[in-house]
């Protein structure tokens, strides 16, 4: 993966074309530019992610969770949930509304997220899987990756895969091994 392929993954922003065009040497500067500009802009995030993940733990659910709903948005959420690790953030992610955890799943990493998952409650975590397989199908594939047995059961039993002719068209298709897993449980 190129410097600038990595830039666009970090960012989730498309990358202008004209850094195509530029020499690597330039290429790497305005990486190195853009990536200090971010580092001073985000300086002491990290410390507010923290400090926010230790207050709410003495906080109930039932006041956090509409506060958070309301307010926080959904990629603030996710990185307090880094900072809270998995067993904390877990005991959002059951009461949050499906929505809005969905929002938030996105700006967590495929390992936490099926981390997540794995502890949750067995209703909340298949409602998730039901609904990431409707609307987000790909990703559900990434966390699907990292997903213990049981839980891949559940997505096997709910997922709609595609014809097996389809999937041998696309032989160097990233989820083909957890597409085979599952298609094998079904």
Not at 23 to 51: C, R
Not at 97 to 125: C, G, N, T
Not at 156 to 161: N, V
């Amino acid at each position: 993966m190129s410097e600038l392929e990595k830039l666009l993954a970090w960012s989730n922003l498309p990358i202008p074309g004209v850094l195509h065009e530029l020499p690597h040497h330039q290429q790497q500067e305005v990486i190195l530019w853009a990536k200090k500009v971010v580092s001073h802009n985000t300086e002491g995030l990290d410390d507010l992610y923290n400090a926010i993940s230790m207050i709410v733990k003495y906080i109930p659910n039932f006041m956090v969770i509409p506060l958070m709903v309301a307010h926080i948005r959904p990629r603030i959420a996710a990185e307090v949930c880094i900072k809270m690790g998995i067993d904390q953030a877990t005991g959002y992610a059951n009461d949050l509304p499906l929505e809005y955890f969905s929002d938030v799943s996105k700006h967590l990493d495929a390992p936490m997220m099926a981390q997540i998952l794995e502890k949750m409650r067995k209703q909340a975590a298949e409602k998730f899987i039901h609904h990431e397989l409707k609307h987000h199908q790909t990703r559900l594939l990434d966390i699907a990756l990292h997903l213990d047995r049981r839980l891949l059961e559940i997505v096997a039993k709910l997922a709609t895969l595609p014809e097996q002719e389809q999937e041998d068209a696309q032989a160097n298709n990233p989820h083909k091994t957890v597409i085979d897993k599952i298609r094998a449980m079904q």
